[in-house]
T-cell receptor, first 112, second 112 residues
């Protein structure tokens, strides 16, 4: 089966740090993506982890542990514009298809 | 801006009707994937096209069908529309084998 879990909602204060967790159990795994999605808009790419460890890109960092089926997205120095949904997605390349399996998304609200 | 375009932006249909959604992929991309995103949910994989052939399908009934054209643009067709088909339909383009899929802005379909 395919199961990707992430919290439904989180709140944080401007300037703070927030960590959004994602756990997964999927039949195939070829990497894990994080996307940001503002209401009514398309998902935009944030990060891609294939190997274990931390990837840092500006204010955003993403971590992966394949043995634990676990990832997190870390957002530092939060800004109001970071209020959005954050989607965790597992890449599955089984049966010669290259598809993304998404969690339900975490809606982050940043308050002044 | 990802260079992926979709039309129309919004669409209202009634139950039992048929609909065609269109996607133009980013220049140089030969693979298009379609996703359905219901309100408050993550995107769900419908199917993928590579070089004009269906290259994998998610858990969607046969009334969801598609095409890819020689210029790699794509169509999603849905027959016998049901109320539950109301959703944001996203297409994502990529170069086969590359890591990242780039999403278009989506088509918001409402079925009454």
């Amino acid at each position: 089966g395919q199961n990707i879990d992430q919290p439904t909602e989180m709140t944080a204060t401007e300037g703070a740090i927030v960590q959004i967790n994602c756990t997964y159990q999927t039949s195939g795994f070829n990497g894990l993506f994080w996307y940001q999605q503002h209401a009514g808009e398309a998902p935009t790419f944030l990060s891609y982890n294939v190997l274990d460890g931390l990837e840092e890109k500006g204010r955003f960092s993403s971590f992966l542990s394949r043995s634990k089926g676990y990832s997190y997205l870390l957002l530092k120095e939060l800004q109001m514009k970071d209020s959005a949904s954050y989607l965790c997605a597992v890449r599955d390349r089984a049966y010669n298809t290259d598809k993304l399996i998404f969690g339900t998304g975490t809606r982050l609200q940043v308050f002044p | 801006e990802t260079g992926v375009t979709q039309s129309p932006t919004h669409l209202i249909k009634t139950r039992g009707q048929q609909v065609t959604l269109r996607c133009s992929s980013q220049s140089g991309h030969n693979t298009v994937s379609w996703y359905q995103q219901a309100l408050g949910q993550g995107p769900q994989f419908i199917f993928q096209y590579y070089r004009e052939e269906e290259n994998g399908r998610g858990n969607f009934p046969p009334r969801f069908s598609g095409l890819q054209f020689p210029n790699y643009s794509s169509e999603l067709n849905v027959n016998a529309l049901e109320l539950d088909d109301s959703a944001l339909y996203l297409c994502a383009s990529s170069q086969w084998g590359a890591d990242t899929q780039y999403f278009g802005p989506g088509t918001r379909l409402t079925v009454l």
